[in-house]
């Protein structure tokens, strides 16, 4: 009796409006609550396939030891084929969407590889000389003056330079191990070899600028080797902050021309096209639990001129997916041979979206373990979905899934 008295007597000491006021910030604060519990539930059930997802990569080790590559795997020679029946995997893989619901590729997304696909029409010409010293054997290019560009670009203005590669065509009766046996090959692939490699100065704000600029280097004396030799000479837009931009080209083979005395010349500019200079054997093997693509090069095959004995390969492999590239991966400096050995192997974790859209680009460069030096590239290669010529083993990637799938790339520059 005395606690129920001793509770009537408390009272709090806030007046009425006070009491109100917290009441109603207590209502208040229960509907805030109620309103979080509610989007939560509803965020919950619209996101399951989320979560699920994100399970099976957390429990992908225990449900597939085989996956876990090690990363000191090498490969010797190149893994046999093996198909398995898995459909499920295989309905989601085949999800294709169209091209036409997707907008077109950027030339900087796509780099080099397409920039002769993206000019339709070429303007302008070229105007150079060409002579042969036969007595010193001394090959010398004479870039004189660009003529009749267009300047598409509304921002900056035109500023062209000119790049020049002397192309050696390997001997006849080279074998090329992933071009050999396509149907409709009539006429065997030409390997070629960047024997030199210059450019000019770039000139702003000038469509028919000149130049005056003059290159030079020794040949061997050998008859036959300037019947080989094609003279690649690509005009370019300079861009500083991403990739150059061709303009055209023209191809001139030496063999075909007189050039012991100076002969001046002057050409339309063709739509630049891409030269065979090696091979690249790939190996492929994608994990779709836990949305990784393995990439293992193994061997590079060029047609090797003289080098000195501190030249190295190296690649750079990145992957595109949905138009925008992940973070690159550099395979080790391997010494340069006509077979230059790697039996690398690089580990790509994909995200989200369907392997329809992602694409392998794959760059070999040349450097000099010795010293500081710029790098060369020696070409390029791409292996995706869209590309024709890449179908083949994109396709038998997919449906060998969990088993690598080898095969020769051309390389091309």
């Known amino acids: 009796m005395r606690l129920l008295s001793t509770s009537r007597e408390l009272r709090i000491p806030f007046s009425e409006a006070v009491k109100y006021c917290i009441l109603g910030i207590s209502i208040l604060l229960l509907l805030v609550a109620v309103g979080i519990l509610i989007w939560q539930i509803f965020r919950c059930f619209s996101q399951t396939h989320t979560s699920y997802s994100h399970q099976d990569t957390v429990n992908s080790d225990l449900l597939y030891s085989e996956e876990k590559p090690s990363t ?47 000019i339709k029409k070429v303007h302008g010409s070229l105007r150079f000389s060409v002579y042969y010293d036969q007595l010193q054997a001394c090959l010398v290019v004479t870039v004189l003056q660009v003529e009749g560009l267009v300047d598409s670009s509304q921002i900056s203005g ?11 065509a390997g001997p006849k009766g080279t074998e090329v191990e992933g071009l ?20 000019t100065r770039v000139v702003k704000g000038s469509c028919s600028p000149l130049y005056g600029d003059q290159f030079s280097c020794i040949l061997q004396e050998d008859k036959d ?15 500083r902050f991403s990739r150059n931009t061709v303009l055209g080209e023209i191809r001139v083979p030496l063999g075909q021309l007189n050039i012991t005395y100076p002969l001046e010349l002057q050409k339309d500019l063709q739509i630049p096209q891409k030269d065979l200079v090696g091979e690249v ?15 293992a090069l193994l061997k590079v095959r060029t047609a090797l001129t003289e080098t000195s004995s501190a030249a190295v390969l190296y690649a750079r492999i990145s992957i595109q997916c949905n138009q925008s590239k992940l973070r690159y991966q550099k395979t080790s400096a391997v010494p340069r041979c006509p077979v230059t050995v790697f039996n690398e192997v690089l ?8 392997l329809e859209q992602s694409k392998i680009l794959v760059s070999v460069y040349e450097t000099q373990s010795t010293g500081r030096s710029t790098k060369c590239l020696l070409g390029q290669l791409s292996v995706g979905k869209d590309r024709s010529s890449e179908d083949e083993h994109w396709t038998l990637m997919v449906r060998s899934v969990r088993q690598p799938v080898a095969m020769w790339h051309g390389l091309l520059l």
Do not use: N
């Open 72 to 118: 000191a795997e090498s490969y010797s020679v190149p893994t046999s084929t093996k198909v398995e029946d898995v459909s499920s995997e295989a309905r989601r893989l085949s999800r294709c969407l169209s091209q036409a619901s997707f907008p077109a590729e950027s030339s900087h997304a796509e780099g080099d590889m397409r920039e002769h696909k993206t």
């Open 158 to 168: 035109l500023k062209p330079f000119v790049k020049i590669r002397l192309m050696l």
């Open 180 to 199: 050999k046996e396509q149907e409709g090959q009539t006429t065997p692939p030409v390997l070629w070899t960047v024997m030199q490699e210059w450019r």
């Open 225 to 239: 080797l300037l019947h080989r030799i094609t003279l690649r000479m690509e005009v370019r837009d300079f861009d």
């Open 281 to 295: 054997l790939l190996s492929l093997k994608y994990l779709p639990t836990s949305q990784r693509l393995e990439i």
């Open 347 to 354: 580990m790509f974790s994909l995200p989200d979206f369907p």
